[in-house]
Each structure stands twice: as C-alpha cells, then as structure tokens.
Nanobody
Framework: VQLQASGGGLVQAGGSLRLSCAAS????????MGWFRQAPGKEREFVAA????????YYSDSVKGRFTISRDNAKNTVYLQMNSLIPDDTAVYYC????????????????????WGQGTQVTVSS
C-alpha cells in the first residue's frame, strides 16, 4: 500500500486545516485508516482512526471535539479535518493503513498499522 499525505501548512491558532491521504495498491475498503503525529522531541502519538467501512471512529482525548476523521472509499482517500487548532497541535502528521478485510473495528495503536505515509507538517502559530 502506498500512502500520500497532503494538506499540511502554517496556520494561526484557532484556524483550520484539512489533511488528505490518498491510498493505492490495495482495496481501500479493506483498510482501516489512522492518523498519528509526532512533535519535535516527542514520540509519535495516535490522533484518530476510522474503520474500513467508515462506520466507527476513535479520537485521542487531545483532539476530540476539534478534529474529524472521514473517508471516501470511492476516492481511496481519508481525511482529517482539524478545527480550533492550537500550538500544541504542531507536528508532522502521518497517515497509516492496516489491512483488515474481516473486521468492523478500528485500530488505535501504532503496532496495528503496517503501512505508513511520508508525513505532512502542520505548524500552528500562537
């Protein structure tokens, strides 16, 4: 699976960005998708995940209520809508995929994902 993330950039606190991640190489409808992020000097952390059908979502406490994950299986793309951004959201954001053709559950741990995109930088200024 090849994953191509885009949509990062520089935004002021309180602003919004939408990240996109286009997937290729496998049946997208069989892939659980997730977003993770890594801030400078910190370990990579879970942000949000969506099941292969789009029916289930899960968010970290730090982004719940501000970020929304969604997917368009016809376009082989997963999105992360980020609103009310704060400086602590500054990080490189990675999309990830896990081949899960037989589950309706989401994956929330790094270990569950075996395909990773290259990352896109999000910088939130105060």
């Amino acid at each position: 699976v090849q994953l191509q993330a885009s949509g990062g950039g520089l935004v002021q606190a309180g602003g919004s960005l939408r990240l996109s991640c286009a997937a290729s190489g496998r049946t997208f409808g069989n892939l659980n998708m997730g977003w993770f992020r890594q801030a400078p000097g910190k370990e990579r952390e879970f942000v949000a995940a969506i099941s292969r059908t789009g029916g289930r979502h899960y968010y970290s406490d730090s982004v719940k209520g501000r970020f929304t994950i969604s997917r368009d299986n016809a376009k082989n793309t997963v999105y992360l809508q980020m609103n009310s951004l704060i400086p602590d959201d500054t990080a490189v954001y990675y999309c990830a995929a896990a081949n899960r053709p037989y589950t309706l559950l989401v994956d929330t741990t790094e270990e569950a994902y075996n395909y990773w995109g290259q990352g896109t930088q999000v910088t939130v200024s105060s």
